[in-house]
């Protein structure tokens, strides 16, 4: 129907052929953008659906190479030459100028209860930023926050630190810039259980129970925050801004891409 006459027109008419009224994009299709592989990722968890199949991924390669190399008990808990292999973020790492290895180690976990957690957590997470910050200010988030969280992780000296924690802490350092960037009472709300969240997980890295690597965990959260607080939120009108952020988000995949082909050729050797 034509906004303007109320005259039924096709739904792909760019012109009201009765009263000349251009039509711009439905509201629903705004909000439901098509889905991707053909609905086998869903354009509304499209960064949150496309991190969890690259972390399962690299963690199944790390597990056949760990096997191959005679540890049979890989698929519960990969051994430190494994990890440190695929991209493990360890200081004689970036002393040797492998500086690909801040976000590499994002991708790369020690066990199936470390990537279990982990995932269990981008699936919580992931589809509340996501639809908030959209995918492209998404995959910028995350990014930042892992990159930030390993580099920090780095300069304290964490012997071998891996795991998606760190972009999992940028986040919610995201959810927290919600309530900054606006003051409604649903954005204090949002913010208040986002800090909760960040202050267990703190606090219970610090208590020493679990090998958490804290200095990730704060770089994370503040390279989310820091991310998310410049970007805003979707404004999904096709605007400057959200054509800027797609095209950061893009420099975002293609510099994650660089960085495992370096993994690989590093691998090869």
Known sequence: MCPNC??????????????????????????LP???????????????SLLLLVNVGVYLATVAVSMKAGHDGAFMNLDP?????????????????????????????????????????????????????GTARMVAIWTVGTALGFYLSYVFG?????????????????MIAVGVLHRTAMAQAIKAAYV????????????????IDNAA?????????????????????????????RIIGGVCVALTLVCFVLMGLSVSR
């Open 6 to 31: 109320r005259a039924f027109i096709n739904a792909s008419d760019k012109v009201c052929e009765y009263c000349g009224q251009q039509i711009g994009p439905r509201a629903i299709d705004l909000r």
């Open 158 to 174: 964490t012997r071998l630190s891996i795991g998606a924690s760190a972009g999992l802490f940028g986040l919610i350092g995201a």
């Open 217 to 245: 965990h704060i770089g994370g959260l503040a390279g989310g925050f820091g991310a998310a607080w410049l970007a805003g939120l979707e404004q999904r009108d096709g605007g400057a801004r959200d054509r800027m952020w």
């Open 196 to 211: 909760r969240m960040a202050v267990y997980g703190i606090v219970i890295g610090l208590l020493g129970f679990l090998p």
């Open 81 to 133: 030459r494994t990890l440190i292999l695929f991209g493990g973020m360890y200081r004689e790492g970036l002393y040797a100028g492998d500086w690909w290895r801040v976000l590499t180690a994002g991708y790369l976990h020690g066990g199936i209860l470390h990537i279990g957690m982990n995932m269990w957590a981008l699936m919580d997470i992931g589809p509340q930023v996501e639809e908030l910050y």
């Open 34 to 48: 098509d889905d991707f592989l053909g609905g086998l990722v869903p354009a509304r968890r499209a960064a949150t």
